[in-house]
T-cell receptor, first 118, second 113 residues
């Protein structure tokens, strides 16, 4: 399967613990996005990378959240000192952006990582 | 205020019937509009992408239309199947913000036997 892969798919953690999610994008995709989605809502933008550079972070991304993409391939999203309000599905997506074709490129989503903070 | 509004919020139809979902947006300057299908607990799957110059695009039984002048799009599902039961999300991108996907809240479709 060469789609966007996310691990773990489900995580239950106690409040105050740290959690880390991993995303493996489609090979050679240079752009990688993280979104958060709660029940009944559309995904909310968290951050995105162009290769290894983190180019934008949403104000939703508090200082307890950190994302990395060290080699421009896989990415990790870490949440420190988790709170119950962090319970959501964390979606990763990737796309291939070229200077010649930036409009209308397909963005592929992973299956998401469900976080439940108890 | 959300820049992408979808209607109806939810819809129930009988298997075999057609339906149309609506998306109105205020995102500007417009770059492209996408429709995604999201099964419960799964990631969104792309159905169609339309840029400014395109006003209709089909993907099997799914046909999306775009009116960039009125900033409206619709997704028409023909001969619905039980497997069409899902949330359908409209996503609009602006030209000057390539990363920012503006998501609607989705229309929840239930197809019943």
């Amino acid at each position: 399967d060469t789609g966007v892969s996310q691990n773990p798919r489900h995580k239950i953690t106690k409040r105050g613990q740290n959690v880390t999610f991993r995303c493996d994008p489609i090979s050679e995709h240079n752009r990688l996005y993280w979104y958060r989605q709660t029940l009944g809502q559309g995904p909310e933008f968290l951050t995105y990378f162009q290769n290894e550079a983190q180019l934008e972070k949403s104000r939703l991304l508090s200082d307890r959240f950190s994302a990395e993409r060290p080699k421009g391939s896989f990415s990790t999203l870490e949440i420190q000192r988790t709170e119950q309000g962090d319970s959501a599905m964390y979606l990763c997506a990737s796309s291939l952006i070229s200077e010649f074709h930036t409009a209308g490129n397909t963005i592929y989503f992973g299956e998401g990582s469900w976080l439940t903070v108890v | 205020k959300n820049q992408v509004e979808q209607s109806p919020q939810s819809l129930i139809i009988l298997e075999g019937k057609n339906c149309t979902l609506q998306c109105n947006y205020t995102v500007s300057p417009f770059s492209n509009l996408r429709w995604y299908k999201q099964d419960t607990g799964r990631g969104p799957v792309s159905l169609t992408i339309m840029t400014f110059s395109e006003n209709t695009k089909s993907n099997g039984r799914y046909t999306a239309t775009l009116d960039a002048d009125t900033k409206q799009s619709s997704l028409h599902i023909t001969a619905s199947q039980l497997s069409d039961s899902a949330s359908y999300i409209c996503v609009v991108s602006a030209l000057d913000s390539g990363y920012a996907l503006n998501f609607g809240k989705g229309t929840s479709l239930l197809v019943t036997p």
